[in-house]
């Protein structure tokens, strides 16, 4: 069960057998999780379908080896702590055996509303214990979950609901966030309008409000549990069978439902959990994401619970009721692990070190990052300040497609640099790519980051649309993963990840499309076109800045950048509203009509005498205007 790797030497050692031989290096760790049927090869694989399999013909359910297995020894141990977004409101703490009865509880209620093996169940809930439990019964009836985070619009759920086919919805009246309240079951209502598939909405009550419940459709969580048995035989899962489906973001318009299985993601999330965070039997785990996001699923429940830990979950904001707030969280449940955002941490070291300084934060082993590029301001911080200059930070780089962390330091054990996150993890090799597709070899450059061999928490497919998967990920260089960030290797062989080289924008570690917010810009009716691109942001990394073609030249440009944005929160959600709105006359196009984002990416950085060569344009002098009015 203990899956650590004691030493740099013998994460050395380790990562040189996992790539000579990663069939015998995976089946050693497979070997300590449950089975109910032996798995008959390890890993079967091509790149250019792509077909990746791992843990063949295995039977098992992720949720025997989340809760049941840890029964015996650790059935009164605290698997999940929450802490409420009041500090006033007292936290909650389940034991491994009452989250296993909670969970068998609602499978039992989810299969009385009628949920079988294989139906989709999409979740719009609040930071509650509910939330996992709810992940954790679909995942045990063999249901395939997809969370949807309860900041996306009626419209973006809509569209998620949809294209997943889902069944059923689970959400909550509403929601704290921070001094705020947030509406959910009107936002489902509005969704459902347009959303056939949908047979049973189950809503808990977080708020004690008074909301629409439709007759046949809506269920009270506590109404469709009440007198539920607490147990509930797990479903026989293959190792292949979809455990959940995670919508994200990228080039194109419509986001992509990212496909994770129940063996491979079982296993690589224990197994990057315990040796990233470096876990000790009594420790006490945090990690601040949401759960609508892949950091949730595998490092707040799936990971920890797999690896028998004490897992917390936040239902709040960093500043609220102050920005002292996560450090005096870590102060009161004693916190030995914490892991966040760089974007929390440029925020909270914005708001000066009083509230850092006014908290103790001695119980701090390690305390990692995520989401994005962290700059050496912030690291630094980070490291002096809430490290105390005696814990390592674990710089972790991986995405929704990777399931579980790719690079990274291993607790103290790995060499730190800021800014940069280091080594691959056991069985992942991860290389850089010319233009070509030819890898870069030496030290000292830089290049296109893609990996080379399949790890087994690795994308499966994109939901009902195979093809898109395989052109997104696997047809750019032939025979690797591509994960559209570009990345340097120094002399030490040690990564830097720099950031996206697609259209993809990352605000405050969230993925955002170009293109699916240029469509959102251009339903409105004065707009004739529009083009993002991302600038850099003090806090949240990158920022959305848009340039917007009108029709008719708005009288009121505030007014109409108050529309615009108005559009953006109803098709996506305000996570996705740009930071600024520029009106121009035209974009930068080349004669066949592909629009140049280098250069309003050169102008929103502030950056207009680095244009670069502008005489392929079809009309150069829209981008005297672009330049002349840039905000
Ligand atoms: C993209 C993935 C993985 C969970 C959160 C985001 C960027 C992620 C790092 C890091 C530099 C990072 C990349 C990646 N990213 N971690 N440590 N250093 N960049 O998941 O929404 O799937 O986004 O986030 O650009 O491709 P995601």
């Not at 929601?175 to 309008?193: F, Y």
């Not at 549990?225 to 455990?243: Q, R, Y």
Request: hydrophobic fraction near 35%; proline fraction near 4%; charge should be negative.
């Amino acid at each position: 069960m203990d899956l650590r790797i004691k030493s740099f030497k013998e994460y050395e050692e380790k990562y040189k057998q996992s790539i000579e031989d990663p069939d015998h290096f995976w089946d050693q760790i497979a070997q300590t999780f449950q089975w109910q049927q032996a798995y008959k090869e390890v890993c079967k694989w091509n790149f250019d379908e792509p077909n990746v399999k791992w843990f063949l013909e295995g039977k098992l359910n992720i949720t025997e080896n989340a809760l049941d297995r840890h029964l015996a020894t650790r059935g009164n141990k605290t698997a999940l702590i929450w802490e409420a977004n009041d500090p006033n409101t007292p936290s909650q703490k389940f034991t491994y055996r009452e989250l296993y009865e909670r969970v068998c509880e609602f499978s039992n209620a989810l299969k009385a509303q009628g949920i079988e093996k294989g139906d989709r169940i999409v979740l719009y809930m609040p930071m509650v214990p509910e939330l996992a439990i709810a992940c954790l019964a679909s995942a045990r009836i063999g249901a395939v979950h997809s969370v949807v985070f309860a900041g996306f619009s009626a419209n973006a759920m809509a569209d998620r609901i949809n294209d997943a086919q889902a069944k059923m919805v689970i959400t909550a009246d509403g929601l704290n966030r921070g001094a705020k309240q947030v509406a959910l079951k009107t936002v489902v209502d509005e969704a459902l309008e347009s959303c056939h598939s949908v047979e049973k909405v189950v809503v808990f009550n977080c708020l004690d409000w008074k909301v629409n419940m439709e007759e046949g459709r809506d269920v009270w969580w506590h109404d469709a549990t009440n007198g539920m048995p607490a147990e509930c035989k797990a479903e026989v899962m293959d190792s292949e069978d979809i455990l959940f489906i995670l919508y994200t973001s990228g080039s194109t318009g419509k986001p992509k439902g990212v496909v994770h299985t129940h063996g491979g993601y079982m296993v690589y999330t224990a197994f990057s959990f315990q040796n990233v965070f470096q876990y000790e039997e009594e420790d006490i785990y945090w990690c601040t994401a949401d759960i609508g996001w892949i950091t949730g699923h595998s490092y707040i429940v799936y990971g920890p619970l797999l690896s028998g830990a004490t897992t917390m979950m936040f239902e709040g904001v960093p500043t609220f009721p102050d920005a002292g707030r996560f450090w005096q969280v870590c102060d009161k449940h004693q916190v030995n692990q914490f892991y966040t955002a760089p974007t929390a941490i440029r925020a909270l070291m914005a708001c000066g070190d009083e509230h850092v300084d006014a908290t103790s934060l001695s119980s701090l082993k390690v305390i990692g990052t995520v989401g994005e590029p962290i700059n050496e301001e912030a690291w630094d911080w980070y490291y002096e300040k809430v490290g105390k200059g005696n814990c390592p930070i674990v710089d972790t780089w991986w995405q929704t497609e990777t399931g579980g962390i790719m690079i990274s330091g291993l607790g103290s054990l790995s060499p730190m640099k800021a800014s940069y996150a280091g080594y691959p993890l056991p069985g992942v090799q991860a290389v850089l790519l010319d233009q070509e597709g030819k890898e870069i070899e030496g030290s000292d450059i830089e290049g296109y980051l893609a990996i080379k061999n399949p790890w087994p928490s690795i994308i499966r497919t994109t939901y009902g649309d195979h093809e898109r998967c395989r052109t997104t990920y696997f047809s750019h260089y032939k025979g690797y993963y591509f994960t559209g960030d570009g990345a340097k290797r120094d002399e030490n062989g040690m990564f830097r990840v720099i950031g996206r080289v697609d259209d993809v924008i990352n605000v405050s570690g969230h993925r955002f499309g170009t293109a699916e917010i240029e469509d959102a810009i251009d339903n409105h009716e004065n707009v004739v076109e529009s083009a993002v691109v991302g600038y850099p942001h003090e806090i949240k990394g990158q920022g959305i800045y848009a340039y917007v073609v009108c029709e008719i030249e708005p009288t009121d440009p505030d007014a109409a950048r108050a529309e615009i944005i108005d559009i953006v929160s109803e098709q996506i959600g305000k996570i996705a509203k740009p930071e600024k709105i520029q009106f121009v006359s035209g974009l930068p196009k080349t004669r066949s009509g592909k629009i140049m984002r280098r250069i309003l990416r050169k102008v929103a950085e502030g950056e207009p005498d680095k244009l670069g060569d502008t005489s392929t344009l079809l009309d150069p002098s829209v981008v005297d205007d672009i330049v002349q009015n840039a905000l």
